[in-house]
């Protein structure tokens, strides 16, 4: 941690605390937000539930890293048949420290959508562009610079094999100066801690952490924010917090919890939506995989919108979680992991979720119901995906179905059923968003083209809850672009 951080942060809150602006939530959307509030000459504080943790306090997408900062160490679920597993970050950040860092911009046919369908204002994609791209330098978006991981090749060699179209997909990442055009480049992902937060505190913004927001109200032209400030298990200490204007940016889930959990309920948790996201585990006759792999970065957007596919983190503890779907085959990761690698098909999808709080519970409720539509496409892309591993050379495919049979020749593809099992098949996403949707339509929407609640002066919302639908893609890029031109639009410089 910077001495700069060190000295901005507050570690003994004294209640009441008083700001200007307050900014719950510290992932991409908080952190852009509260960023430009005090570049701005704001006085801001801005609030996390989590700890404050550096990239370097754990390596990369281990069990250390999902105890640390991973919101119940990873283990969230939407409940529906079937269940999907998500993840949230919960430390400084968000889940900015713990994704892939792969970056897309909004599809121009999906804001097109939005505008239709949410009456958003000014999204269009020339309206954005300066946003993306002001966003894109401040946290370097790059291709690799090098070669890629082994079994991010193979799923990009299975696609061109087939005639179907597959990109590299950039990522927000610093690279080290590259010697060798054979071997990966290292690099560091450009997290919030690395790039929006820094700038925040060197601006005077005031960080507190470990700081559970309950609920809001308003009073008078002031709101109050009251929570637990909790710095280890064993302490416990009451904080209020008195603001004139309130940025909520606690994600597609904990947003609309919190709002709820405040009386606020108009559209609010009524329409999130994800990725869902099956998996395939492939084994090679040859080496695809090591523990320095990192994050493989190509996708497949031959199907897209519908459905897209990827190369997913690899390594021995993740190879191990998924293959509790066929356990009688687990002692192949301890023998074969470094021939081994996973792999995804997502589909936009067109079901539909809610999140909902419920008395004695510190959690929500997630629930998110897939259409038949959705359990064919999870399908047909889970067949396609399979088909181009063994083009890709695989000779064993294990299918995120549990007790469904191993695949070991192409003929195998018509076992999988055209609409996959409720009771078996487990799905899982990274992408969750839409929970409040923005827009100028008062039926569907919580808040209005940028941001600001529907019916509250001076509260916003600035996270992937504002996205009107599922993008189709990694939804960061959209997310930042959308937050950094509705912070704008709130200094009176859009």
């Not at 281990?62 to 991973?70: F, G, R, T, V």
């Not at 892939?100 to 009456?119: C, D, M, N, V």
């Not at 700038?199 to 005031?206: E, H, L, V």
Request: glycine share 8%.
């Amino acid at each position: 941690m910077s001495k700069s951080v060190q000295n901005h942060r507050i570690t003994h809150p004294k209640s009441p605390l008083t700001c200007e602006i307050a900014v719950i939530g510290s992932g991409p959307g908080g952190a852009i937000t509260a960023c430009l509030l005090a570049e701005a000459g704001r006085d801001v504080l801005l609030i996390e539930e989590g700890s404050y943790f550096s990239l370097e306090s754990c390596r990369a997408f281990s069990q250390a890293e999902l105890e640390q900062k991973y919101r119940n160490g990873g283990l969230t679920a939407a409940f529906g048949k079937p269940k999907i597993q998500y993840v949230e970050g919960r430390c400084v950040g968000g889940g900015s420290e713990i994704n892939s860092g792969l970056y897309h911009r909004t599809p121009p046919e999906i804001l097109e959508k939005w505008q239709t369908e949410f009456a958003v204002e000014s999204l269009t994609e020339a309206e954005l562009l300066p946003h993306f791209e002001a966003c894109e330098q401040a946290v370097t978006v790059c291709k690799l610079p090098g070669k890629p991981p082994l079994a991010s090749l193979k799923l990009h060699q299975g696609a061109v094999s087939l005639g179907w179209q597959s990109l590299e997909v950039p990522r927000w990442f610093r690279y080290q100066a590259q010697t060798d055009p054979a071997v990966t480049p290292k690099g560091t992902r450009q997290s919030m801690t690395q790039t929006f937060i820094p700038r925040a505190i060197d601006a005077g913004c005031k960080l507190l952490t470990n700081t559970r927001i309950n609920f809001i109200r308003k009073q008078g032209k002031q709101w109050f924010i009251k929570g637990n400030y909790i710095p280890d298990y064993q302490s416990k200490q009451a904080v209020e917090i008195q603001a004139k204007t309130l940025f909520i940016c606690c994600g597609a889930i904990q947003t609309p919890a919190l709002l709820r959990r405040s009386g606020i309920t108009k559209n609010i948790g009524n329409s999130l939506q994800m990725h869902s996201t099956v998996k395939v585990i492939a084994q090679f006759n040859e080496i695809v995989n090591s523990k320095d792999m990192g994050v493989p970065v190509h996708q497949v957007k031959e199907f897209s919108p519908r459905f897209s596919f990827g190369c997913s983190i690899s390594s021995p503890p993740y190879l191990a979680v998924g293959m509790t779907d066929h356990p009688q085959y687990k002692h192949e990761v301890d023998q074969n992991w470094q021939k081994m690698a996973i792999y995804y098909a997502m589909i936009t999808g067109q079901g539909q979720g809610s999140v909902r709080c419920l008395p004695g519970f510190r959690d929500p409720l997630v629930r998110y119901h897939l259409t038949q539509q959705d359990l064919k496409d999870l399908s047909e892309a889970l067949q396609k995906l399979s088909q181009l591993l063994f083009e890709a050379g695989a000779k064993i495919l294990y299918p995120s179905i549990s007790n469904f049979p191993r695949l070991t020749q192409p003929n195998d593809l018509k076992h999988i059923p055209d609409l996959l099992p409720k009771s078996q098949t487990n799905l899982m996403t990274v992408h969750v968003m839409s929970s409040c949707p923005m827009g100028e339509n008062l039926e569907k929407c919580a808040a209005n083209s940028f941001g600001k609640v529907h019916g509250f002066d001076n509260l916003y919302i600035s996270d992937a809850s504002l996205l009107c639908t599922a993008p189709g893609v990694n939804p960061q890029g959209s997310i930042m672009a959308i937050t950094r031109r509705n912070v704008l639009k709130f200094l009176g410089k859009l």
